[in-house]
């Protein structure tokens, strides 16, 4: 008997499945991740006029810190756990893109393109480690910190892009109108071939973020500037208690964690073994 066989031949320790730490992309990934760019732009203009800029700043830190923390520390997706490290990264990447351009000065024009760059400097770095940009495969802590890099630059350009258009004419239902159109293009061409799962996804994904803004804005801001004058305060309470409701949903129904879809996504990654020749 040779050595091959003697090796082939060995039982196999038990292969252990990673499990994503994402939720699957459904309507309500979506629904819920609109909302949170909303509240996150009203919340973090709130902040600011009751507390001040800095101190407001550095409670966003603080608490961004503490919920990536406790995002890092659990083992598998929990749907608290993971969207309030997605409103907290909305909440703070507001304010990064606020402080470029109200603390610094720096115009939306040269913000955009910098957040941009950000980003695709997030993409190459990931992809150059992972050789994959999929959300399906959030399973190793250098995954997870190359995607809320990533997650934490497509808010602060989405805030940027979204202002930029809000201060071009647009207003903020114009803006959101633009957005809404605009969001539709990457589901289509995705749908028609012409564009890939992971790029439809990202792009669909920073768009997000201007289209869930616009609308906050225009709920809270005041009629003098194009809005329906409901308030800061209201606006973020509203769709903070409309993510509860929903994300409440979802961690008692469990409809946004994968089955099929992980064990595909484990098979190809190398963390289960496959099955026939």
Excluded: C
Excluded at 18 to 39: D, R
Excluded at 74 to 79: D, E, K, L, P, T
Excluded at 213 to 240: K, Q
């Amino acid at each position: 008997m040779t050595a091959e066989h003697v090796l082939d031949d060995r039982p196999h320790a038990p292969v252990r499945r990673l499990t994503n730490k994402v939720p699957e992309v459904t309507v309500y990934f979506w629904i819920i991740k609109v909302l949170t760019t909303g509240m996150g732009e009203t919340a973090s203009d709130w902040l600011a006029h009751l507390l001040g800029p800095i101190p407001a700043v550095a409670l966003g830190g603080l608490a961004l810190a503490a919920a990536l923390a406790v995002q890092f520390a659990v083992r598998r997706y929990v749907a608290w756990v993971y969207w309030t490290a997605i409103v907290m990264v909305s909440v703070f990447g507001t304010m990064a893109a606020d402080v470029l351009h109200v603390g610094l000065g720096v115009p939306y024009l040269l913000s955009t393109p910098f957040f941009l760059l950000a980003l695709a400097a997030v993409f190459a770095l990931w992809y150059g480690s992972e050789r994959t940009l999929s959300i399906h495969s959030i399973r190793t802590r250098r995954r997870e910190v190359f995607y809320w890099g990533a997650v934490l630059a497509t808010f602060a350009l989405g805030t940027a892009a979204g202002d930029l258009s809000a201060t071009l004419g647009l207003g903020y239902l114009g803006s959101a109108a633009l957005y809404a159109v605009a969001i539709a293009v990457p589901a289509l061409a995705h749908r028609s071939g012409t564009l890939g799962p992971v790029t439809a996804f990202w792009s669909a994904y920073v768009i997000t973020r201007p289209l869930g803004a616009s609308v906050a804005d225009w709920m809270a801001v005041s009629h003098a500037r194009g809005g329906l004058a409901w308030g800061l305060g209201p606006v973020t309470l509203a769709w903070t208690a409309a993510i509860l409701l929903l994300v409440t949903y979802l961690a008692v129904s469990r409809k946004d964690v994968g089955t099929a879809g992980d064990a595909q996504d484990a098979q190809a990654a190398g963390y289960a073994p496959r099955t026939g020749n």
